[in-house]
């Protein structure tokens, strides 16, 4: 395994130490941008296209379940954290998905969705694997300083993939078509593989006597969940998001009701949200960075709820453009300084030894909840309107963040959180 690479706050001027220095953020930021890329497209961009044809609500939500490589990607974590190098796994995989995407483009989306629906299945399995290892690379080059601003690059990121994926990409369908679209998403996968083939990760020096067999591997993730305050940990960052992930799959389709153009749910949900997740995110890394974690995570946990009201009165008068925009920028902005506070805590906890099976057992339990919380809001929808739905999403936001903070200071969560939770 490499040696930790220390990230210094300090200013420098350019030099080999400064340039060894970025190269691991250029590295973490390829790599949360091709997860972002299709990523973006199939949430933003494929729950419009349902409902252009008609879907229902529930119909929509129930793509979640296509998303389930993300909440069992805990079960491989153990043998991408133990078997060859990260780097391994990460360049077949990374090529995998430009080829896939290129191959997307011979499918004809107008005669159904099933063989769309496989596709995006098989990008979140790569997908899910690729994390494991992106995810296990940051703990380990970053320290608890830096991983502020290495998780407000995770999430500006992935921001940026979906603003391509979400944005661009649903730009270029509207405009050009699927075989366009298809096409573009294969050309700036490729593109992403770029710093991925620059890195070079030294193998894994533990002796070969010493390292675990198969079926310990295969079951690796199990000790992990058993540790004191992890179990307590993944419920409490499920509550934290919980609220906040109610509304992402709903927006699109409460414009589309509305009789929103395509190209203008294209820039407000995919690149107008997706930017301001962007600035979000570096914001959220600096105050992770400067106010520390517990700080950081009450602050945005009750800007992220706040903004959540905004789209209570979006939702009464989804013609009211201005209104419209400025509830989609708060949302983006406060849940990506949420999203980077709740990330670092994550990385807090996460052993080196064991980064990437750690880091997913948490990361999974956040996807889980954000599929427990889009079938909640779509049926809260079909049933009682989307006021309701954003009303309901508000409460909750604020209850789960004033949860997460009054546990951790009862030192409910990992033993590792005690020595960065007053920073």
């Not at 009682?384 to 409460?395: I, S």
């Amino acid at each position: 395994m490499p040696p930790e690479i220390r990230m210094s706050a300090e200013v420098s001027a350019p030099g080999p130490a400064t340039r060894a220095r970025a190269a691991p953020l250029l590295l973490l930021t390829s790599l949360y941008i091709a997860q972002g890329l299709p990523y973006g497209f199939f949430t933003q961009a494929l729950p419009v296209l349902m409902r252009e044809h008609g879907a229902s609500l529930k119909a929509i939500s129930a793509t979640a379940f296509l998303f389930l490589p993300w909440a069992l990607k805990f079960l491989w974590a153990p043998l991408v954290d133990h078997l060859g190098t990260r780097r391994g796994w990460i360049v077949p995989i990374q090529f995998t998905a430009a080829i896939g995407a290129a191959l997307l483009a011979l499918v004809d989306p107008g005669r159904g969705f099933l063989i769309v629906f496989a596709a995006v299945f098989a990008f979140n399995l790569l997908a899910a694997v690729q994390d494991v290892a992106t995810d296990g690379m940051a703990v380990r080059l970053l320290d608890v300083r830096a991983r502020g601003l290495g998780n407000g690059i995770q999430v500006g990121a992935y921001r940026i993939g979906m603003v391509l994926g979400g944005g661009l990409l649903l730009w270029v369908y509207a405009k050009l078509g699927w075989v366009a679209m298809c096409i573009g998403m294969s050309a700036l996968l490729a593109l992403t593989c770029v710093p991925v083939l620059l890195h070079r990760e030294a193998a894994d020096a533990t002796p070969r006597k010493l390292r675990p067999s198969l079926p310990v591997l295969a079951s690796g993730w199990l000790p992990r969940l058993q540790l004191p305050g992890m179990l307590a940990l993944l419920l409490l960052v499920c509550a934290y998001k919980f609220g906040d992930a109610m509304t992402g799959s709903l927006v699109g389709p409460m414009l589309k009701d509305a009789h929103w153009a395509i190209e203008e749910i294209a820039i407000v949900k995919g690149a107008l949200g997706s930017i301001m997740g962007l600035v979000g995110a570096a914001a959220g890394g600096w105050l992770a960075f400067r106010l520390g974690r517990r700080r950081a995570l009450l602050g945005c946990g009750i800007a992220q709820a706040l903004s959540l009201l905004l789209y209570v009165a979006a939702a009464d008068a989804p013609d009211d453009r201005p209104l419209v925009w400025t509830a989609c920028i708060a949302e983006h902005l406060f849940g990506g300084m949420a999203t980077v506070a709740l990330f670092s805590l994550m990385m807090d906890a996460s052993d080196p030894a064991h980064a990437g099976t750690d880091y997913s057992l948490l990361a999974c339990a956040v996807v889980v909840a954000q599929g427990l919380a889009a079938f909640t809001a779509a049926a809260i929808g079909d049933a009682f309107g989307y006021v309701a739905v954003f009303v309901t999403a508000f409460v909750l936001s604020s209850l789960g963040c004033l949860l997460l903070i009054a546990a951790l200071d009862c030192r409910l969560g990992p033993a590792r959180l005690d020595e960065v939770w007053r920073l």
